[in-house]
């Protein structure tokens, strides 16, 4: 029977690799997975002070539906994180939502309509792309500067119409590692002033950088209207219990949204109850738990990019942050670099994902690889990658 062209239309490049790679561990291969951006299957867990708060939750019989909004407590929490990096908002400002995703879902339903344009950094996590054209938005990608982390400027206001309701941001990014600096965001929150446009920055990789400290939109972000979206996967290790947040700067502009998109929350009833406990002590805990992952990461970064800069035909840029190389494959020998990532597959049994899953203005001709897995395995992957590209080299 009939499906919506909407729907049909989905793609999500990330996990559509991942059946190839079923069929070949089914006829008996091993295979290396660096696909997915999930560092709980990888080993990194959340610290027992926060699975306890879980189960206690749970114990406590915390298992009814909680307010749509989400907690009082976790939304004060979060206001104040928020707030340390430069917002000035209050618990009201918060809405907890079932991760990153249903935030981004929520805030496109609220502001995408037939025609409507969003840009967005090129390349950028393709869950953007799928929620815009769901709506019947079109997604526009702006360039961004891989060595240097800055987004054009003047690509930019070249791609502004009068359809454009909204600049998307993704700092740290995935699948780029690019994280904007202070000068960059204050331009951006410049050029949407000045064109009545929507700041919409996903920080969910807010922590997770390796030369720099981080600076986030709220920073800069005065009383421009500035929605940030962030959540518990990535920097707390809590990816499957789904927590998330949306935060809304202290901006008249946002008036209309902040009245309508919370009727959103309601119409889903609520998100995981107990999970919202664990996500408290999260940020109320001990928090060495984040700076052991980062100091960890980035020794997995810099392994990565070395071995990949050594390599004939490949060159990488150094991801600033998150946990993603982005390697550019110069001179392929194949049609595509979808192509390139399936042959990679069949010879060597590594799994990567195609530049082109995210965006193929700027995401084609690149490969995305995940720096999570351990460093035994990573250099048994890169052993492998680097056979691949001498062999079809020679
Ligand atoms: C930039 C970005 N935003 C959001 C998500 C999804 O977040 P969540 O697990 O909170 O839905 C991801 C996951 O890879 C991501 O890379």
């Given amino acids: 029977m009939k499906v919506s062209k909407k729907v049909s239309g989905v793609e999500y490049a990330i996990r559509d690799v ?24 990888y080993g990194f867990h959340p610290p027992e002070n926060v699975k306890k708060a879980y189960i206690d939750a749970i114990k406590k019989d915390q298992n009814y539906y909680s307010a749509s909004e989400g907690i009082q407590e976790l939304r004060s929490a979060i206001a104040e994180k928020e707030n340390s990096k430069g917002l000035s908002i209050g618990a009201d400002d918060v809405l907890i939502t079932n991760g990153v995703s249903e935030g981004l879902d929520m805030v496109m339903s609220s502001i995408v309509e037939e025609g409507d344009e969003v840009l967005l950094p090129g390349p950028y996590y393709p869950p953007y792309a799928s929620y815009i054209r769901l709506r019947g938005g079109i997604p526009v990608e702006f360039s961004v500067d891989l060595e240097n982390s800055t987004p054009d400027i003047a690509d930019i206001k070249s791609k502004i119409t009068s359809k454009t309701v909204a600049i998307c941001l993704i700092s740290p990014n995935n699948p780029t590692g690019a994280v904007f600096d202070e000068s960059s965001l204050k331009q951006l929150i410049d050029v949407a002033n000045e064109n009545n446009l929507y700041i919409i920055c996903d920080e969910i990789y807010d922590q997770i950088v390796f030369d720099k400290k981080f600076v986030g939109i709220g920073k800069v972000a005065g009383n421009s209207p500035v929605i940030i979206l962030n959540g518990f996967s990535k920097v707390h290790l809590m990816s499957g219990w789904r927590v998330g947040y949306i935060a809304f700067n202290n901006s008249p502009q946002l008036d209309s949204i902040r009245e309508h998109l919370p009727k959103l929350a309601r119409v889903r009833i609520s998100t995981n109850h107990p999970a919202q406990y664990a996500a408290l002590e999260s940020l109320r805990g001990p928090q060495e738990y984040i700076s052991e992952f980062v100091t960890e990461l980035k020794k997995h970064r810099d392994l990565v990019v070395s071995r990949l800069n050594s390599m004939p035909g490949i060159s990488c840029s150094n991801p600033k942050g998150a946990f993603y190389a982005f390697p550019k494959i110069e001179n392929n020998p194949f049609k595509s670099d979808k192509e390139f990532v399936l042959n990679l597959l069949k010879s060597k049994g590594v799994l990567a994902v195609h530049g082109s899953g995210f965006g193929t203005k700027y995401g084609s001709g690149y490969f995305r690889l995940v720096f999570l897995p351990n460093m035994k395995i990573l250099n048994s992957a890169l052993d492998k990658i680097e056979d691949f590209v001498s062999g079809y080299k020679s």
């Fill in 18 to 41: 991942v059946s190839a790679a079923k069929d070949l561990e089914k006829q008996g291969k091993t295979i290396d997975y660096l696909n997915i951006g999930d560092p709980v299957q």
